[in-house]
């Protein structure tokens, strides 16, 4: 059964940090590129960050270089998203999903246009002020 669990979610104030956790299992890890989207009460679902343990690529969407940083466990099949100096505005639920690389040629410019084949439960960030 495949699944992606995320955790690490929670309440932070403005300027502070958390960590995600996304677990994957019932895949193969290594054909996968793992995507961190969110979703705000009202707003679309916007790309976050991006890793294929494949070539080590990282991409991250201009609202958040320089704060989130995504990293891999590739023996616990897990991907992190460590998220510092948080503003309001991450204020979101959290999904991990994970797309086939063999059949997605994702690319710094349009990874989060293609398909993600699985996706997780989402896990809530909220950023008070």
């Known amino acids: 059964e495949v699944q992606l669990v995320e955790s690490g979610g929670g309440l932070v104030q403005v300027g502070g940090s958390l960590r995600l956790s996304c677990a994957a299992s019932?895949?193969?890890?290594?054909?996968?590129?793992i995507g961190w989207f969110r979703q705000a009460p009202g707003k679309e679902r916007e790309g976050v960050s991006y890793?294929?343990?494949?070539?080590?690529?990282?991409y991250y969407a201009e609202s958040v270089k320089g704060r989130f940083t995504i990293s891999s466990d590739n023996v616990k099949n897990t991907v992190y998203l460590q998220m510092n100096s948080l503003k309001p505005e991450d204020t979101a639920v959290y999904y991990c999903?994970?797309?086939?690389?063999?059949?997605?040629?994702?690319?710094?410019?349009?990874?989060?246009?293609?398909?993600?084949?699985?996706w997780g439960q989402g896990t809530q960030v909220t950023v008070s002020s």
């Open positions: 019932g895949f193969a890890f290594d054909d996968y590129a």
């Open positions: 890793f294929s343990s494949s070539d080590d690529s990282t």
């Open positions: 999903a994970a797309g086939d690389l063999l059949t997605n040629a994702y690319s710094e410019y349009d990874w989060t246009e293609y398909e993600y084949a699985y």
